[in-house]
Every structure is written in C-alpha cells, then in structure tokens.
C-alpha cells in the first residue's frame, strides 16, 4: 500500500515556502525523500529513520511522525532549482527491513517560477 | 561522487524482442535493485538483488524477466519477449546495506517497444 503524497502539486515564486506531506495507513519505519527533474533520475535528499527525527540541509528539512504515521518535506525560501516532482518512500515490512523495496507516493509536482 | 551508470541510455525494440538493460552499481555496494517508472507515473519497484540471488520481487517482475550479475561489476535486467506496455523508464540502483539506507539511482534507461 503506497504513502499518500499532499498536495499533489504546488506552484510558488522563488522564495517562497512549500509543505509537503507523506502520510501511511501503515506503520513507517523510515521515510526517504528524492526529487526528480523531468526526464532524470530521482535523487536522494534524505532518509529518516525515526520517529522525531528532524533532518535539514540547507533549506530543505524533513521532519518524520512516528505515531501520526507521517513525514513532512520544508521548502523554504524556494529557488528555481527546486522545480521538480518529489517523492516519499517507505519500505513496507516491519521493521523496515524491506531489502531495498521502496513504495513510493504519487508524487508532489512543485513548480518555482521567478 | 560515486555514481550507478547505466546502459544504454535509450532503446527502441519492436514487440516481442528480447532487451537487456546494463548497470554498473557503486562499487561498495552489496544490495542492487531494478526500479520502472513508465511516463508520467511514479517510480515502481521491479526486483532487488543480494549475494546473487533476488532478494524480492514485485508483481510486474513476472518470468519475462530477469536478472544477473554476469561478473564482479554488471548487474542487468533482461526481459525476454518485450511487449508494449513495457515501454518505461528503468532505473538501476544500488544500496551498501537494504534498509535504512540511501539507495543512489542511475540515469535510467528509456525502452521504447514498437
């Protein structure tokens, strides 16, 4: 069962800021953001492996909810740069042991113009 | 940085043809997978592979297709008798440990069957 990605697409001006949100029926035990441009593979921008757990680099932090079974990507201060389609994936066996078996979210489409 | 390669970068085949899609994992990594993300939808997770054998598999990954690790650095997906719906992007990815960690992904490799 694939993580729910909200909302399903954003349009912003640079510098502003975007949430989005990754969200399971089931339990997660670990959450791992990728962006991917048109055309290009998807790139890994963090992974979050439990509850509480807070991650930033630079102006892209990630937050992960154990109990409310959710994780959340901060965009803030938009660059061009961040147009992409983002991605939350999880593994889905207990214990995160998934051997690499990611589902992944319909995708978050986010769009900076200038 | 270390980065998954993939060959080739596009390919047309007509129905029906066997295709095999190359990959060259980071060279530490232990864990690789096949991942299919067909236009405008997100990213599948087809097959993923350790200590040379599959670890899991999806329901796409039917007996059309396979995998193999021909020698100390190849990794490659065949399908044997392509049809029309298996015109996607594939993306080879690697991982030093299954859960829990940063999984890289390639370029990807866009088949197109005709």
């Known amino acids: 069962q694939q993580p729910v990605q909200s909302p399903q697409a954003v349009i912003l001006r640079e510098g502003e800021d975007a949430v989005i949100n990754c969200s399971s029926s089931?339990?997660?035990?670990?959450v791992h953001w990728y962006r991917q441009k048109h055309g290009e593979a998807p790139v890994f921008l963090m992974i979050?492996?439990?509850?509480?757990e807070q991650k930033g680099h630079e102006k892209i932090s990630a937050s992960f909810n154990e109990k409310k079974q959710q994780s959340s990507l901060y965009l803030t201060a938009s660059q061009l740069s961040y147009s992409g389609t983002y991605f939350c994936?999880?593994?889905?066996?207990?214990?995160?042991?998934?051997?690499?078996?990611?589902?992944f979210g319909q995708g978050t489409i986010l769009t900076v113009h200038p | 940085e270390p980065e998954v390669t993939q060959t080739p970068s596009h390919q047309v085949t007509q129905m029906g043809q066997e295709v095999i899609l190359r990959c060259v994992p980071i060279?530490?990594?232990?864990?690789f997978y096949w991942y299919r993300q067909i236009l405008g939808q997100k990213v599948e997770f087809l097959v993923s592979?350790?200590?040379?054998?599959?670890?899991?598999k999806s329901e796409i990954f039917d007996d059309q297709f396979s995998v193999e690790r021909p020698d100390g650095s190849n990794f490659t997906l065949k399908i044997r008798s392509t049809k029309l719906e298996d015109s996607a992007m594939y993306f080879c990815?690697?991982?030093?440990?299954?859960?829990?960690?940063?999984?890289?992904f390639g370029e990807g490799s866009w088949l197109t069957v005709v």
């Open positions: 990815a690697s991982s030093q440990q299954p859960s829990g960690n940063t999984i890289y």
């Open positions: 089931k339990a997660l035990y670990s």
């Open positions: 979050l492996l439990k509850g509480g």
């Open positions: 994936g999880t593994p889905i066996h207990a214990g995160g042991t998934s051997y690499g078996k990611l589902t």
């Open positions: 060279s530490n990594h232990l864990y």
């Open positions: 592979f350790y200590n040379n054998e599959i670890s899991e």
